[in-house]
Structures are given as structure tokens and as C-alpha cells.
């Protein structure tokens, strides 16, 4: 059965890192809000695993940054902030039952936000938390599962999915100025409406459904008027730590 591993939220979350000019999240509020997300992956099809929080690691609910599942292997991250590498080892742990796992070697950095993967194309973020020698370690992992890699220098943003969403195989929504959109050729481009920039985020799901922030409704209704389903929910003590949908889950079996 397809299945979503979630990372439990930490009771330190208000001290996540929050970018520049931000505010620390609510930290009541944003446990009901990861477990309407739960709820919405659970409504999806899979099952849901929880890796034990961590108060250690403020931000460790962002799981997706911790490793990446590429073909039949994962990755193992190491994150580009030191101060959330801990986050990895007992994520890993969990998915070294179901899967071979390799890990990016230091001096390399890769922050599973900046990986997406669009049918046998892997798409990279070279930013912030990614860098050349994390992206040359995730392309020998991407050619030894027979994917194409193309990295994406990303700026003013923190990840690659902070400004391209997947909507499906073929569509991405793009926050537009931050990547050289010539890169994502190929790939229908939604643009997030100006006055809803950096509100969107998406996460497709396997029944073919996109979930969606409902702080983005404009560019969600261009969405819709191309036939995509999508289904709202309210993250914004998430996105108030610089987070979005594909970050608080890892999805094995997809
Ligand atoms: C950080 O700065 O690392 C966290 N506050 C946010 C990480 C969000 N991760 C993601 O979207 N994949």
C-alpha cells in the first residue's frame, strides 16, 4: 500500500527557522493544521507512518528534507542548515526496512526541498541549502536509476518547490522571477497570480487530486479551469516557517 511517512510535529516549532522580516508560528494552531494534512493523505489512500518528533529539532516535521526516495533507492540528505542534520539518521532508520539507501557525503549539502521528480526527470534546486557537490551526488544516484537530472539555480527563495509546485507529470506552477523558466522546458507553466506570491503550494496525490493552500484561491482557479482537482487546506502556521505541502511527508509507493 502506498504510504506517507510523517514526522510528528516538535513543541519547540515556534523556534523553527523562519526567514528574514517572518514571525514565529502558533504552535497550537499548526499541530491542527498537520493533522488536517494527515487526514488529507489518509483520505487520498495511504497509510499513514509517524516518525517520533524531536524537540530538539524544531524544524524536524519538514521531513521531506531529510531524504529522497529515487526510484527503487532513497538518498539521504544532509541538510544544507547544520543544525538540522540530526533530523536525518531516524528517518532513515525507517526507511532502511523498505529500501536501499545512499547518502550524500560531505563537503555536499541537499535539502530534499529542492528535488522534484516529474515522471524520469529529476529536477534540483542549486541554492541556499543545495550545493554542486550534493547535486553531483544526487545525479550519479539519478543516473544509476536510469532518471535524467537538470538542476535550477533558485533565488530569493529557500527550495526549488518554494517557487516550482508539481501539479502532475507534465505541470508545474512557477512563482514568477525566481528560475530560468528555459529550464523547465517541456513542462506546462502555471504562473502563481502576483498578488498571491508565495502563498501557493501543492502536493499531487496518488488519486489524482492536487492538495492545495487555500491561501493561493486565484491560482488555484486557474488550476481548476484546467480540469485539475484540487482540495484547499489551511497550512498557514507552515508557510509562516517557510514550509508547504510536499515538505511534511515522504511518499514511498507512489
Ligand atoms: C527551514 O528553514 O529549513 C525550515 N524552516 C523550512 C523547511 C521547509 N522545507 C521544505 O519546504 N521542504
Not at 151 to 161: A, E, F, M, N
Amino acid at each position: 500500500m502506498p504510504t506517507a511517512l510523517l514526522r510528528e510535529m516538535a513543541d519547540t516549532f515556534d523556534q523553527a527557522i523562519v526567514s528574514a522580516g517572518g514571525r514565529p508560528p502558533d504552535v497550537t494552531l499548526a499541530k491542527e493544521q498537520h493533522a488536517a494534512y494527515s487526514g488529507a493523505l489518509r483520505d487520498a489512500g495511504y497509510e499513514i507512518e509517524v516518525v517520533p518528533t524531536d524537540d530538539a529539532y524544531p524544524d524536524c516535521v519538514f521531513i521531506e528534507d531529510t531524504a529522497v526516495v529515487l526510484g527503487s533507492v532513497v538518498l539521504a540528505t544532509r541538510p544544507g542548515a547544520r543544525e538540522r542534520r540530526g533530523e536525518v539518521e531516524p528517518v532513515v532508520e525507517r526507511l532502511r526496512e523498505r529500501l536501499p539507501v545512499f547518502s550524500i557525503e560531505a563537503p555536499g549539502t541537499l535539502d530534499g526541498g529542492d528535488v522534484m521528480i516529474l515522471g524520469g526527470t529529476v529536477f534540483v534546486g542549486r541554492s541556499r541549502r543545495s550545493n554542486e557537490e550534493g547535486i553531483a551526488q544526487l545525479r550519479d544516484t539519478a543516473d544509476s536509476q536510469g532518471m535524467s537530472l537538470v538542476t535550477v539555480p533558485v533565488d530569493g527563495v529557500l527550495h526549488l518547490k518554494s517557487a516550482v509546485l508539481p501539479v502532475d507529470d507534465g505541470t508545474v506552477v512557477v512563482t514568477p522571477g525566481t528560475v530560468d523558466e528555459s529550464l523547465l522546458a517541456g513542462l506546462r507553466i502555471v504562473h502563481e497570480m502576483p498578488h498571491e506570491r508565495h502563498s501557493f503550494s501543492a502536493l499531487p496525490l496518488r488519486n489524482g487530486t492536487l492538495l492545495v493552500t487555500s491561501s493561493a484561491p486565484d491560482t488555484t482557479a486557474a488550476l481548476t479551469r484546467l480540469g485539475i482537482t484540487t482540495v484547499p487546506i489551511d497550512v498557514s502556521e507552515i508557510q509562516a516557517a517557510d514550509g508547504g505541502l510536499t515538505c511534511m511527508s515522504i511518499l514511498i509507493g507512489d
